[in-house]
């Protein structure tokens, strides 16, 4: 009985510091996972509703607008606006790139450019379905439904599985280039 029962407590003791662990990745007052961006993924998606390939196929066809959140290492330039490639990317056809936008805390700038491009990608229609995606094990898209949840957009959906799901079903993926960061009082 006592061995049961210092065994249960050790079980508790482990699975605190495990979830303890976890939550250490997210900032308490936001939600957003802030740091170990490339982890599986072990909460739902809030504001959003995950999706498989099939699920994206029939959004496509409706006219999904499609986000892809990787970072790019090099960040941009920000005299210019330009992003800095270091990293080629490659997405989804009909996708649009929009680096660094799944951080856990977005500069002003770059929380500035994700709405406006979810606002022109999506003609202001806040009811057009928005599928956000970066890699598998990846929380970079799933900071960026949160986020257009918190903007307002009320259509959005989760591919978790994203570049690398689509290229395990054998699927061609297209160069992408991500349009310039705007300086944050042009509007």
Not at 16 to 44: C, H, I, K, L, W
Not at 48 to 54: A, S
Request: glycine fraction near 8%.
């Amino acid at each position: 009985m006592r061995l049961a029962l210092t065994a249960a407590l050790s079980l508790a003791l482990v699975a605190g510091q495990a979830r303890a662990a976890s939550d250490f990745d997210s900032d308490e007052a936001t939600g957003y996972r802030v740091q170990n961006y490339r982890a599986p993924v072990t909460r739902p998606v809030e504001g959003g509703e995950r999706i498989d390939l099939p699920a994206l196929d029939r959004l496509r066809e409706e006219g999904a607008v499609l986000i892809d959140t990787m970072p790019q290492r090099g960040g941009y330039d920000p005299a210019t606006g330009a992003w800095r490639i270091v990293d080629r990317r490659e997405t989804i056809p009909g996708a649009t790139w929009l680096p660094e936008t799944g951080r856990g805390q977005l500069e002003p700038r770059l929380a500035a450019y994700f709405a406006r491009h979810l606002a022109r990608l999506t003609e202001g229609d806040r009811r057009r379905p928005v599928v956000l995606f970066c890699l598998a094990d990846c929380w970079m898209s799933w900071n960026a439904v949160k986020r257009a949840a918190a903007l307002g957009y009320a259509r959005l959906y989760w591919f978790a599985d994203g570049t690398d799901g689509w290229t395990e079903a054998e699927r061609p993926l297209v160069e992408a280039v991500p349009p310039p960061v705007p300086p944050l009082d042009d509007r």
